[in-house]
């Protein structure tokens, strides 16, 4: 376990040197000992990094390990660069269409779409592929509809510093 130890004014984080912390150092292990405990501020894990860190040294005593003080880690919390917000909405759709809509079907639907297309064009089209060719042009419109939702959370984003909500998606056809 990484506990903080301060000999003088130097203070560095390093693994406790018995096996179980809840024995005391004696011996060579000079110092002082502390437990760290991490404190973060309730945030968006979406929007925020807790990437940095400010260690508070207190002389507050451990209520468990009585012969180790507090240590308070403090999680500095900063905004997520807006690159990495966008690629993350890139991202989510993409799987989300993925997931709802796989290549093999979309290359199946798309074979398939223009051979109806063609027979409507030689005016030779029945009911039934006519109510296909409907159908798939439905899913064409839901991916264009999905695609319009993403580009207007992103302007939002952009613009306005509405963070964008992740997945949720109209429903496909």
Known sequence: MKVIRKIGNKIEEIDYPRKNISEPIEGPFQ?????????????NLDQFDFKTYKDVLTDEIHPEYNHL????????????????????LNDELGYYLDSEYPIWERTKYAGEGNYILLAMIEGNATKEQTDRKEYIDSIYN????????????????????????????????
């Open 31 to 43: 110092g002082e000992y502390y437990f760290i405990e991490n404190v973060k501020e309730s945030a």
């Open 69 to 88: 003080k507090i240590c308070k880690r403090n999680w500095i919390k900063t905004e997520k660069p807006k690159e990495e917000i966008i690629q993350r």
């Open 142 to 173: 839901w991916i264009t509809e999905c695609r319009a939702e993403r580009q207007k959370r992103e302007n939002e984003y952009i613009d306005n510093g509405i963070f964008p909500e992740f997945g949720n998606y109209k429903e496909r056809p």
